[in-house]
DNA sequence: AGTTGGACCTGACTGC
DNA sequence: TGCAGTCAGGTCCAAC
């Protein structure tokens, strides 16, 4: 599933396919991708005429950020009022997915809304499951947005770091895992990466978050910088049964590098011991090496 | 305020 | 073969 190195995989792929391409129009197929959204018209009228300055990225999610009206690209209304500049939100969810397609090529039936641009081209935003969303904002600042309100910091900014961590962690009683999956403490972690996080950084992650000594959350901020890092470089991950698949639509490479992740009963790579399963809160289960892990 | 568990959603898989 | 049940998980929400 889509957590950061995947969405840093699309919007890095993303933006050298369509940086400069202007939107022509949006169109929303499957109404739930835009639950949270005001109204078709708002997000039109917000992105409609719009030239892609860049893309950026938030946590899993991707944005297209959008140039305002006037100066030499298209004033978006037709008001005459300068446009000020807006962004394209896409959540990927867990199995959302960004394809960059010619106008021709047929829809399938996962395509949850299409963004038609003046080249001929579309990107469309395609949803199995259907937890992705799309939406529309004004700036170009995700932390001004609702969809990011209370987001913990970036894993590759200077605000993250192992005194951070110690702030955030303070008062955190539930387990480590689950923490570390709490975007407002860390924006961009799901359950892939912190399982990885967790085994690279030694610690169970049925720990207790707030009885981490200085050196084990050093150790887990290294951790999560490495694996993310590696992961950035593999394009992210297709692990057996995902779907995940990058703009181009070819599957990531991390899952070959994973010691934890869904290998419960397999050998770990390092002792050999069995993996286990302990199930987290929600039934879904934490894998972990019961002696590389303390 | 923090923690827990259910709901949402669909396809793959398991067991009878 | 078919069908019910379970699992997967990002995020929100209600209950404690």
Known sequence: ???????????????????????????????RAAREHVSAREMSRLVVGRRIARVGRRGKAVLLLLEGGGGHSR?????????RPASLIIRLGMTGLIRVVPAKEPIDKYTAAVL???????????????????????GHDPDAMPEFEGYGPEPFSDEFSPEYL?????????????VLMDQKVIAGIGKIYADEICFRAGLRPTRRANGLTGPMRERLWRATREVLAEAIRCRGSSAVDEGYRDVYGNRGQFQERMYVYQRTGERCRV???????TPMAGGRGMHWCPKCQL
């Open 1 to 31: 599933m889509p957590e950061l190195p995947e969405a840093e995989t699309i919007r890095c792929q993303l933006e050298s396919e369509v940086a400069g391409a202007t939107i022509r129009k949006v169109r929303v197929l499957i109404p």
């Open 75 to 83: 004033p978006a209304t037709r008001s005459g009022q300068v446009a």
């Open 116 to 138: 038609e641009l003046e080249d001929e081209r579309q990107i469309r935003f395609l949803d199995q499951r259907q937890f992705g969303l799309i939406s529309a904002r004004p």
């Open 166 to 178: 110690k702030r955030a962690f303070a008062r955190r009683g539930a387990q480590l895992e689950v």
């Open 271 to 277: 002792c050999g011991t069995p993996i286990k399963r």
